[in-house]
């Protein structure tokens, strides 16, 4: 029979090799491909709310551009190749879960972006579409709460 010192063991044990899973990575930025990062910032910085940093620049032009707030970061870098999206090119596809899905979807579409209805999808969650600068769709998603 276990005793309370085999459970903390086992606790001990359990910690210990969690810290060890987490130490293998900190953290992912994910890598944002853009056309154009001037006319990019507008939908993470005054859409989103999110901080630019990090400037590289290469011949005065923005190529490279970190944006973040205290839990989310990006990096947005210039598009290899053509500036033109090509056909049939989907790119990165994320999905958001904002702190006020109804006043997001408002500021966006303030901004001028084409913003797709609240929808509250069978699967549980409400969401709404935006396509940004660069053609990449984002998808802002929260719980859908049931009013009793």
């Not at 551009?65 to 839990?71: A, G, I, L, P, Y």
């Not at 053509?82 to 958001?96: D, M, Q």
């Amino acid at each position: 029979m276990c005793t309370v010192q085999c459970g903390a063991a086992a606790y001990v044990h359990f910690v210990r090799r969690q810290k060890e899973r987490s130490l293998h990575v900190q953290s992912c930025m994910p890598v944002i491909p853009s056309a154009d990062l001037e006319k990019s910032l507008r939908f993470w910085v005054e859409g989103l709310g999110l901080t630019m940093d990090r400037p590289m620049r290469q011949g005065g032009h923005l190529i490279g551009c970190m944006v973040h707030d205290e839990h989310l970061y990006f990096w947005l870098n210039q598009r290899a190749g053509t500036p033109i999206k090509p056909e049939n090119y989907e790119g990165v596809r994320l999905y958001w879960a904002p702190r006020d899905i109804h006043g997001l979807r408002a500021r966006l579409e303030r901004l001028g972006y084409a913003v797709s209805e609240i929808t509250e999808r069978d699967y549980g969650q409400t969401e709404f579409f935006v396509t940004d600068d660069d053609g990449y769709s984002h998808c802002f998603g929260v719980a859908t709460t049931k009013g009793g």
